[in-house]
């Protein structure tokens, strides 16, 4: 098995960028959700709710971040914290009293005006300090503005076999982004990713903090923002959790137990547990 593809996504539920190397740190994948869009009242902001969102670019270089759509322009911020920046209060599920850095009005007005909707972007900084919640979780652990957790793991195998039951019935293969992942192996049986407790790829150790259990977002084109039914509809006919049926999982969450290291396209994986 390997590391097909490495992935990152620098705001929350925007678009992201395939990359062949990463840094990491003890948020997880260096400038991956470091930024993240939220309501008047702080709350998080994503393609749930807001499937558009799938139309904004953000890609970053040494100092800025750069969010563009197509035929409105762009913006661009600081890409490392600012000790002047006011800081706002902000709120992911659980995660509540988060203090983040403010990107200033020319952001917010720019993504109101893209999104639709009033909504401000920030940013994480030195007061920014948010523990992993999930039950697989150990002191220590923490995340940046994901949902839950630092990675998601995904197999090209699985997609493959979620897109065979898909066309087999009359619909059109789905890409791999429609998952979101961070990190996609090859190498591996269909779902094989279910079962692992820990990996290791490159130098970097992972422990597995469960199933990702899916939303609308899969449904999401993520270059127009158009919604569909798939792969929803075919997963819940063979994906769902045993445990909880309401559930539909494709993939694994995961928490980076190497704090500091580098991930590359290409890196074995191998089964520790």
């Known amino acids: ?132 919640l999930k039950a697989a979780a150990r002191p220590g652990d923490l995340v940046a503005f994901a949902d839950a957790v630092p990675f998601l793991v995904t197999s090209r195998a699985s997609l493959d076999h979620l897109n065979d039951r898909i066309v087999g019935a009359g619909g059109e293969a789905v890409p791999m982004n429609r998952f979101r992942p961070n990190l996609v192996i090859e190498g591996t049986r269909p779902f094989a990713e279910d079962g692992w407790s820990r990996i290791q790829i490159g130098r970097i150790v992972f422990r597995s903090a469960g199933p990702c259990v899916r939303c609308l977002v899969p449904t999401t084109d993520q270059l127009t923002g158009l919604r569909g039914t798939e792969p929803m509809r075919t997963l819940a006919t063979f994906r769902r959790d045993e445990r909880e049926p309401t559930h539909v999982n494709f993939g694994q969450n995961l928490v980076h137990e190497t704090l500091t290291g580098t991930l590359r396209v290409g890196d074995p994986v191998l089964l520790l547990e």
């Open 1 to 132: 098995m390997h590391l097909a593809s490495l992935h990152i996504y620098p705001v929350k539920s925007l678009r992201g960028l395939s990359l062949e190397v990463v840094e990491l740190d003890t948020l997880g994948a260096r400038c991956d959700r470091r930024f993240m869009v939220v309501d008047p009242e702080g709350t998080f902001m994503t393609q749930r709710a807001w499937p558009q969102m799938a139309r904004i670019g953000a890609n970053i270089d040494g100092t800025h971040l750069e969010l563009t759509s197509d035929g409105l322009g762009g913006v661009r911020v600081g890409l490392l914290p600012e000790p002047a920046a006011p800081l706002v209060t902000v709120r992911i599920w659980k995660s509540e009293g988060l203090k983040a850095e403010d990107c200033g009005g020319e952001a917010a007005a720019w993504l109101s005006r893209v999104i639709g909707t009033p909504c401000r972007l920030v940013r994480i900084g030195p007061a920014f300090n948010r523990p992993v």
